[in-house]
């Protein structure tokens, strides 16, 4: 048998990191979480609550499954390369032409698009700290040089300090910004968004990533952003995510709304062809065609949130105000410890790993069963904690 040439995995390691392009042989790969599966084997847990990836554990439509079963007898066929169904019924209920519209495989995707076709190395580009991991992590990917924001002391957005970095010499190529912001669930609201665009440079890129927009329509004062933009001579993209609110985080379904048809252009030039699948096309469109079963889930969410928060806060702890379907909160203590002991009771959280939030951890909204026994378990592990 023919003996193949074995290179070892030190070698390898060696001529690939040689090979990468420089951007990739820094780059943090994104910190996913685990899954279920794993925490069933290691930690041995019976019953695992997920509230680590802010999904919405009301789930989808019940529409989905319909949509999707009778999908399946398609599935040898090329899924819309357009997605021009589910553009055309996006472009109706927000307002958008449908050209203005752009679907993703999952709006990280967008962001990853948006990176691709606007960054080179150098470009200066402004984001958040704490941050959405791949608000970094994309832009890093390109070589941009990118600028940090970190929060008040009061977990809100600095307002005053981001107007003050807008307006510096050299315009940001891209800001982006979540509003409401991940991991901290804190909210521009409409005058601090309005002071902050009109900061910007004309020429700069805003990528307003509205992740939790159908959240933080029920926090007073959320800026009608597509109306304030629209207002304004300048490129930007709103993010909007099918994951979150519309209980389809498996399927992989964003979409961006876009200033102008060819910014939408400048993305179709660097997406892969089909890059929204059938089933997750289908779904998106029977998922929007039922907004009632959205909204009770999101109005369940908030009222669990803010349940959540107040326990949380008789706990001593430290909690961010959220306009979201997470929480953030400072536990006053190295968060790793904390999460591997919830680990050991099946409770999957987020410990925040970024420099100066090392005591941080974000935690979702689910049910308010698993709510509960996280609100409990942790009570008992900061207790143990105390004692020793
Ligand atoms: C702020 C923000 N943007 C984008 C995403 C990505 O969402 P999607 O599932 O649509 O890729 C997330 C997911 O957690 C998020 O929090």
């Not at 369940?300 to 909690?319: K, N, P």
Request: proline share 6%.
């Amino acid at each position: 048998m023919e003996k193949h040439a074995q290179i070892d995995a030190r070698a390898a390691t060696e001529l690939l990191t040689r090979c990468a392009r420089a951007q990739v042989r820094d780059l943090p790969a994104y910190n996913a979480g685990l899954s279920s599966e794993l925490v069933r084997q290691r930690y041995g847990a019976q019953q695992v609550s997920r509230l680590a990836s802010n999904e919405n554990p009301f789930g989808a439509s019940p529409k989905v499954a319909q949509a999707l079963t009778a999908m399946l007898t398609n599935v040898g066929l090329y899924p819309d390369a357009n997605c021009l169904a589910l553009r055309a019924a996006i472009a109706s209920r927000t307002g958008a032409q449908a050209q203005e519209i752009v679907v993703g495989n999952g709006s990280e995707n967008l962001l990853e698009l948006l990176c691709l076709s606007f960054l080179s190395p150098g470009d200066p580009v402004l984001t958040l700290l704490p941050s959405f991991g791949l608000h970094e992590i994309y832009p890093r990917m390109m070589g941009a040089d990118v600028h940090m924001l970190p929060v008040s002391s009061a977990l809100e957005f600095d307002v005053d300090a981001w107007c003050a970095a807008l307006s510096q010499k050299a315009a940001p190529k891209m800001v982006i910004l979540s509003n409401p912001s991940n991991p901290v669930g804190c909210m521009l609201d409409v005058g601090a968004f309005r002071r902050l665009v009109r900061a910007a440079p004309l020429e700069t890129l805003l990528v307003i990533d509205e992740a939790y927009y159908e959240y933080a329509l029920h926090s007073p004062g959320f800026p009608d952003a597509l109306t304030e933009l629209r207002a304004q001579p300048r490129p930007w993209m709103v993010l909007r995510t099918f994951s979150k609110a519309w209980g389809l985080a498996g399927l992989r379904v964003g979409y961006g709304i876009a200033s102008h048809a060819c910014l939408v252009q400048m993305l179709d030039r660097v997406r892969t062809p089909f890059n929204v699948n059938m089933a997750a096309q289908m779904a998106a469109l029977a998922a929007w065609s039922d907004p009632d079963h959205m909204a009770a889930s999101v109005r369940a969410t908030v009222v669990q949130r803010d349940l959540m928060g107040a326990q949380l806060r008789a706990l001593g702890l430290t909690v961010a105000p959220s306009a979201t379907n997470f929480l953030f909160l400072d536990l006053h203590r190295p968060n790793g410890p904390v999460a591997e002991a919830l680990l050991w009771r099946g409770i999957i959280i987020k410990p925040w790993k970024e420099a100066g939030y090392e005591t941080f951890i974000r935690v979702s909204v689910g049910t308010e069963a698993d709510n509960q026994r996280f609100v409990n378990a942790l009570a008992d592990i900061l207790r143990q904690q105390a004692l020793h």
